[in-house]
C-alpha cells in the first residue's frame, strides 16, 4: 500500500498544476485528446486500487450463501431493527464465520429500512437461523437450502438467494414497576460499531424541559445557542425525528417543541457508514454518500407512534435599560403524527431577537451577544408528510415565512496599512431594515425495489426588504487616539443619509431516476435540475464631503440593478465495477456532468450636485419625491458608469471515482477514496457601456483531484481546488461612479489555484465515554486573487483592482480531549487547544501613480477552551471558559505589533427549589448563569472592556397533569451585555461595536397538550 500511496503521490503532483488552455496555447479542437490522455491516467490509477485490494483478497473465504431477511413483530405487523443474528446445522454445530448488517435504502435523502443481509461462507442444506432483539423473545427459522432451487447471479462460483424469509417476533410483556423501580440502574449509553445509541430515561429532567436540554444533557454533546450540535467534538450536520426530516433546514423546531418525556432513544451515527455496511451488487455507492458526516436520529417512545403534540407560550415583560419598553414573545407549536404521516404547524413572534426559549437545564445563549442590532421577528411554518406502508412512495412538503426588522447602531474603527504610514478610519452609523421571506420546497419520491427509484423536488423562495442608513465616517492621516493636531490630520468627512429596496425571486426543481440494469447488475443514475433566479434592488443616497481637496461636495446618486439567471444542469452516471470481497470491498464509478448557466445584468446609475441640505428629508421613512423621481428634472443618468451585461457559462464535467475498503470493523478498516474530475468550461460576457461594446471569450480546462485515505483512526486527505478569476473582473474598464471608490479591471488574471491537505485522529472510547480529536491543516492558494488598494492621502480616493498574489498560506492544529470521570458519567468535561498561523500577502499603496506594492502580514492565534459539568437527577452545573489570544506582526518598519485577546467565562446552574411539596409535588425550578467577558489589547480603548453577564428564572408546573408552566425570566441583569468584533486582513483592522438586545424582566405562561389516541385503535 505504501507503493500505492506514492504512486498516487506523483499522479497528483502531475495534475497539481491546472492552467486555462489559453495559456497553455493549445486551440480548443485539441481537448478530446486531453480527455482521452486523462482519462488514461484515470484507469491508471484505478488499476492501482484493483491490484492494492488482490492484495488483501487473495486468502478470502469464497461466500456460498447470501440471503436477505425480514424480522416481522406479530402484533405491530411492522420490522424489527437491531437484531442479532446466529446459524446452526440441523445437528445443533455452529456456523462460522457469518455475517450480517442492516440494509436500508436511501431514496431522496430518506433511508427506508428494507431488513438484514446475511452471509455465510459455509454451505449446509438445512440452515437454522436465530434472530435476538432486545424487548423481544429469540425467535428462530429452519430455511431449508435444496441445491435445486438454487438461483445463481453471475458472481463467480458464488451463490446468491435474493428470496426472503420472514422471522416472527413475540413482544415481551409490559411489566408495570413501583416507586422502587424508579432507582433500579439504567444504562445511558451503548455503543454498536460507529453508532452511539443514548437511553433518555436514564437521565431525569426538570418537568417542562424539551428536546434541547435533553440534548445538552448527553455526555460528549454540546449544543450551542443558534441551535449547533457537536458529539465528542464532530459536527451533526443532520438532525432527524424517527429517521426523517423534521422542518427540513431548521432543527430548532424540533429542539424547542419537542418534549423530552417523548423521547426513547438518540441515535448518533455516520449514515454513509450505515449505508457502506447495506451494500449490495446494486448500489451505485459513491465515496460521498460513504463519508457522509454525522447524523443524530431522536427515536420517539412507541405510545408516542401516534397522536397529538402542542405547546402554546406568551410572554410579556418591560426593558430594564435604556428608553423603556415593552417586550413581548408568543410561539405555538402543534404536532399531528402517526407511523407514516406527520403534520405540523408552527408560529412565534418576540422583539427580543431570540429564536430559542431559555428553560430548564441548559444554557441560555452564549456569554457574548447573539447577533447585532434589536430584532423583531415574525415566523411560521407548516410540515407535512405521508408515506405508504411499504415506504414505497412518499411525499413530503415546507412552508415556512419569515418577517424581520432590525435596529443597528455601530461604531467602528479601522486601521489601513500602508507603506508610509497607516490611514486610520472612524466611523457611526445607524440602520433599520425590514425584510420578508417565504420559503417552499417539497419531495415526491418512489421506488421499487431492484427495478428503480425516482424523485422530484421543487422549491421557491421569494425575499422583499428595504432599509434606511444614516452613518458619519471619517478618514485620519494618523492615529486619531493621539488628539494632537487632530483637524490637520483629518483626509476626508462624509455625512450620508440612504435608502435600499430589493426584490428576490428564486425558483427550480431537481430530479433524479435511478434504474436497475439486469445484464450489469448495477444502478444508472440520471439526474437534471433547472433554476430561476431573478432580483430587483434599488439604492438612493445623499452624501456630503469635505476634506483636504474637497471643499463641500455633494454627491446624491440612485442605482437601478435589476438581474436575472437561467441555469440548468444533467448529469449521468454508473458503475464501472464493484466488487465484494469478505475482507474488503471496491468500486469505481463514472459520470459525466454538464451545467449551463445564463446571466443578465444592468445598472443605472443616476447623479445630481444639488445641495444636500434643499432635498434632504427630516424623515428618511416618510415619503419624498427625491427618492423616486426617476425624471430628468431631477436625476440625470450617468452614462459612463451605467452599463448591461450578458454572460454565459457552459461546465462539462468527466469524473471518475474508485473507493476501496479493507476490513469492515471500523477501528481497523483501511478506506481509500480517489475522485478526479476532468472540467472543460466555455465562458462569455458582453460589456455595454459609455457606447462601447466589450465581448470576452474564455476557455479552460482543469482538474481538481481529492485523494483521501482512513485506518481506524487516522485519516490524510489532499484536495486541489481551481478558482476562475470571474468575467466581470477580466474586462477592461473602469468604474467611478463614486466619488472616494474607483474600481478597474484586469484582463491579465489567472485562475487561482489552492491545496489543501488535512491530517487527522480519532479516538472514542465507551468506556470512560472518553473522546479524543486531533487535526492539522494547510491551505497553500497559489496565484490568490485579491483587490490592489492605492489611496490618495490628499484626495482620500480608493482606487481598487484584482490582482494575482503570491505567498498567501496557513495552517492550523489542534486538539480536543472529554471525558466522563465518574462511572455513572455525572460528571463530565472536555477541553481543547487550537493554534493557527495566517501567513497573508496583499497589494497597497498611498502615493498616486505608483504601482502597489506586496503587504505582508503574520497572524498568530491561539484558541483554548475547556467545559465541566456535573448532572445529577434534575441538578445541572456547568462551567464554560474560553480564551482568544491574537498576536500580528509584520517586516514593515513601520509596523505597529498588536497583541489582543478576549477571555470568556460563564458559569450556569439549574436545579428545582422546594421538591415534593404537599401531595401534588408542587416544585420550582430554578436556573441561572453568571458570564464575565473581558476584553484586552483592541486599539481603540472603548473596546476593551470588562462585562458581567447575569440571568435568571423561575418556574413551576401547575394544573391537573402539569399542563401549565408559569416562568419569570431576567435577562442582563447587570445591563453590561455588548458585541464587538475583529477582524484582519493583509490590508488592515478593523474594530466594530454594535449594540444588542437590551436587558429585560417577564413573565411568561405555557401550555403543553397532548393527545393520544384510545387504547385498542
Known sequence: MRTLFSCLVVQMQTLANPQPLDEWGISYIFAPVIIIYVMQRYL????????????????????????????????????????????????????????????????????????????????????????????????????????????????????????????????????????????????????????????????????????????????????????????????????????????????????????????????????????LKNATRADSLSAESVEKTLTMDVRLKKEYGEGWLANFEAALGVRTTGDPGLVHRGRAFALRYTDHSKLGVYASANNVGDNHNPTHNGEWREMQAAGSGENTMQNAGLDFSIENKEQTRSFSTTLTGQHNANDTQSRTSAQNFFPTGDIFRRALSQSNNYSGNLNWNASFSQSKKKKYSFSLSPNFSYHKGHGYSQDYDTSYDGDPQDTTRLQQKIITQVQGLGRNDSRTLNAGASASLSVFLPFTKENL???????????????????????????????????????????????????????????GWINGKLAYRFNHNSSHSDRRLYKNALPIISILPDDPTEPSPYWDETSDDFWQLNIPNSYNARETKD??????????????????????????????????????????????????????????????????????????????????????????????????????????????????????????????????????????????????VSTTQPLNTEGNWWGTAGVTYGRAFDKAKHFNGDAGLRYTFAHSVGFVSDATGEDPVKSLVLNHRIRSNVRLSYNLNQMRVEFNGRITWNDVNSPRASFEHLRYNDRNYSLTFSTPLFPAVGKDKWTIDFDTDLGLNLRRGYREARMNTTEWVWNAALSTRVGKTKQWTLRAVGFDLLHQLTNVTHVLTAQGLTETWTNTVRSYASLHVIYHLQMKPKKGI
Not at 446618486?557 to 438581474?563: A, F, G, L, V
Open 44 to 275: 491508471f490509477l484505478s488499476l492501482l486500487a484493483l491490484i492494492s485490494l488482490h492484495s488483501f483478497a487473495q486468502d478470502e473465504l469464497p461466500w456460498v450463501q447470501h440471503r436477505d431477511v425480514q424480522l416481522i413483530d406479530e402484533v405491530t405487523r411492522k420490522q424489527i431493527r437491531g437484531a442479532e443474528f446466529t446459524a446452526y446445522d440441523t445437528h445443533g454445530r455452529k456456523i462460522e464465520p457469518i455475517d450480517f448488517w442492516e440494509r436500508s435504502g436511501f431514496y431522496n435523502d430518506k433511508e427506508i429500512f428494507e431488513g438484514y443481509t446475511v452471509k455465510l461462507y459455509e454451505f449446509v442444506d438445512t440452515l437454522v437461523l436465530c434472530a435476538t432483539v432486545e424487548g423481544h423473545e429469540p425467535a428462530k427459522a429452519v430455511v431449508p437450502l435444496p441445491r435445486d432451487k438454487y438461483k445463481k447471479a453471475p458472481v463467480g462460483n458464488r451463490y446468491y438467494w435474493d428470496d426472503e424469509i420472514r422471522l416472527m417476533t413475540r413482544r415481551s410483556m409490559n411489566i408495570e414497576l413501583g416507586e422502587a423501580a424508579v432507582k433500579a440502574s439504567r444504562i445511558l449509553m451503548v455503543q454498536k460499531g460507529d453508532t452511539i445509541i443514548y437511553n433518555a430515561a436514564a437521565l431525569q429532567m426538570s418537568s417542562g424541559s424539551m428536546l434541547n436540554n435533553l440534548v445538552r444533557a448527553l455526555p460528549g454533546v454540546q449544543l450551542s445557542a443558534n441551535g449547533r450540535i457537536t458529539v465528542n467534538g464532530e459536527f451533526v450536520q443532520s438532525l432527524l425525528v424517527n429517521g426523517k426530516d423534521f422542518f427540513k433546514g431548521d432543527p430548532n423546531v424540533a429542539l424547542d417543541n419537542l418534549p423530552y418525556y417523548t423521547v426513547d432513544k438518540i441515535k448518533v451515527y455516520h449514515e454513509g457508514v450505515r449505508e
Open 525 to 583: 443514475l440520471l439526474n437534471a435540475g433547472v433554476r430561476y433566479y431573478e432580483r430587483e434592488s434599488s439604492s438612493v443616497s445623499f452624501r456630503q464631503t469635505s476634506g483636504r481637496a474637497i471643499k463641500g461636495y455633494d454627491e446624491n446618486m440612485r442605482t437601478q440593478s435589476p438581474s436575472h439567471n437561467f441555469s440548468y444542469n444533467a448529469g449521468i452516471s454508473h458503475q464501472l465495477f464493484m466488487l465484494l470481497r469478505k475482507r
Open 651 to 796: 461546465d462539462h464535467g468527466v469524473e471518475l471515482t474508485s473507493y476501496s475498503i479493507v476490513g469492515h470493523n471500523p477501528k481497523n478498516s483501511f478506506h481509500f477514496n480517489a475522485t478526479l474530475p476532468l472540467h472543460i468550461v466555455r465562458r462569455s460576457i458582453t460589456d455595454s457601456r459609455n457606447a462601447t461594446v466589450q465581448q470576452l471569450h474564455r476557455r479552460d480546462i482543469y482538474f481538481a483531484p481529492n485523494v483521501a485515505v482512513r485506518c481506524g483512526g487516522f485519516s490524510a486527505s489532499y484536495q486541489l481546488q481551481p478558482e476562475l478569476p470571474g468575467m466581470n473582473d477580466l474586462i477592461d474598464v473602469t468604474d467611478n461612479g463614486s466619488l472616494l471608490y474607483i474600481r478597474k479591471g484586469n484582463p491579465r488574471l489567472r485562475m487561482a489555484v489552492s491545496h489543501d491537505t488535512n491530517l487527522g485522529y480519532k479516538f472514542n472510547s465507551l468506556k470512560h465515554s472518553e473522546w479524543l480529536n486531533a487535526n492539522a491543516q494547510l491551505n497553500v492558494t497559489q496565484h490568490k486573487c485579491m483587490d490592489a488598494v492605492t489611496y490618495d492621502r490628499t484626495t482620500g
